[in-house]
Each structure stands twice: as structure tokens, then as C-alpha cells.
């Protein structure tokens, strides 16, 4: 349980952080906005690889930095 808390809170840290909007990175990351919702309000507790690799390009940070 911890660790999906851990992505949640990290790309929703990191994404305020650079002044983006949930549907601005959604957008950006070609995530749908629903999913971007779901996954910083822990909906999505267990986002593939693929999701993860793309919100992190969009963030311009590597996945580690958003699954640690």
C-alpha cells in the first residue's frame, strides 16, 4: 500500500512543483486526464510501466524519481 502512496504523492508533488495542471500534464504525458486524477488520488494503485515512462518524460524526470 505504501509504495503506490509514495506515486501518487510524488506526481502530484513534482507536477506542482513545475506549475502544471492535471489536464495540462495529461496532455503532455498522453495520459488521459482521468487517469492523471486517478493515479495522484491513489485510484490507480498500480500504473504499468508505459504510464509511468510517459508522465515521467512529461515531469522531465526519471521513473525512479516518481515510484520513490
Known amino acids: ?3 503506490e ?7 502530484k508533488k513534482l507536477r ?3 506549475g502544471l495542471s492535471q489536464d495540462r500534464l495529461s496532455k503532455l504525458a498522453d495520459v ?3 487517469s492523471i486524477i486517478k493515479l ?3 485510484g490507480i494503485t498500480n500504473p504499468t ?6 508522465i515521467a ?3 522531465d524526470v ?3 524519481d516518481l515510484i520513490k
Open 1 to 3: 500500500m505504501a509504495q
Open 5 to 11: 502512496n509514495i506515486i501518487s504523492k510524488n506526481i
Open 16 to 18: 506542482q512543483a513545475k
Open 32 to 34: 488521459s486526464y482521468n
Open 40 to 42: 495522484e488520488t491513489g
Open 49 to 54: 510501466i508505459e504510464t509511468l515512462q510517459k
Open 57 to 59: 518524460k512529461a515531469l
Open 62 to 64: 526519471s521513473v525512479d
